[in-house]
């Protein structure tokens, strides 16, 4: 079964910090899509950075990052000069090229201090 | 440009009451539909998702039912509310295309 782990409940950084989230999914497929979501204290979910799985470049969308390591299955996300707004749960999630069902992560509680 | 509508924003039910939770998307046309429940501090919980108008599939046994009477509408449905059943409700659509979902704004729904 595809499963994927996010393995900080929680975590914490100062104002323009840099924070790295955690994330590993288990498959035994080739193609597939990678995600980090973003559910701010509204609760609103807004999709971060998309990741396709064949391409070797980490994605990039200004200051949010990944670090996609396919082979230790592994999909991190970056966030650099992190501010109060980032504040959120953030949620990994993996989607197999087969079946457009996404398999989430439990999600990480960011918060950024001032 | 495509958009999600998803009401009530809020709900607080008595036990044993109905339930009807509407989602309706603009601007595409046979999209995949999701309904997802959320408990506080926690995870998605996939509860149905629909390929096309009449199908849907349920992920979990409860106490819900999904429907989908027209190509853009996706309703949530309860005869009878579980003080279980509190929670916040989040509907999303996409295209198939591994372009990730868009989501809507959800409901908190509170049984009372």
């Known amino acids: 079964a595809q499963t994927v782990t996010q393995s900080q409940p929680e975590m914490s950084v100062q104002e323009a910090e840099t924070v790295t989230l955690s994330c590993t999914y288990d498959t035994s497929e080739n193609n597939y899509y990678l995600f980090w979501y973003k559910q701010p204290p509204s609760r609103q979910m807004i999709l971060v950075i998309r990741q396709e799985a064949y391409k070797q470049q980490n994605a990039t969308e200004n200051r949010f990052s990944v670090n996609f390591q396919k082979a230790a299955k592994s999909f991190s996300l970056k966030i650099s000069d992190s501010q109060l707004g980032d504040t959120a749960m953030y949620f990994c999630a993996f989607g197999p090229d087969s079946n457009y069902q996404l398999i989430w992560g439990a999600g990480t509680k960011l918060i950024i201090k001032p | 440009s495509q958009t999600i509508h998803q009401w009530p924003a809020t709900l607080v039910q008595p036990v044993g009451s109905p339930l009807s939770l509407e989602c309706t998307v603009e601007?595409?046309?046979?999209?995949?539909l999701y309904w997802y429940r959320q408990a506080a501090g926690r995870g998605l919980q996939l509860l149905f998702y629909s390929v096309g108008i009449g199908q849907i599939s349920s992920e979990v046994p409860q106490n819900l039912s999904a429907s989908r009477p027209q190509d853009r509408q996706f309703i949530l449905s309860s005869k009878k509310l579980l003080l279980s059943d509190s929670g916040f409700y989040l509907c999303?659509?996409?295209?198939?295309?591994?372009?990730?979902?868009?989501f809507g704004s959800g409901t908190r729904l509170t049984v009372v």
């Open positions: 999303a659509w996409d295209a198939g295309d591994n372009y990730g979902y868009t």
């Open positions: 601007g595409t046309s046979n999209p995949n």
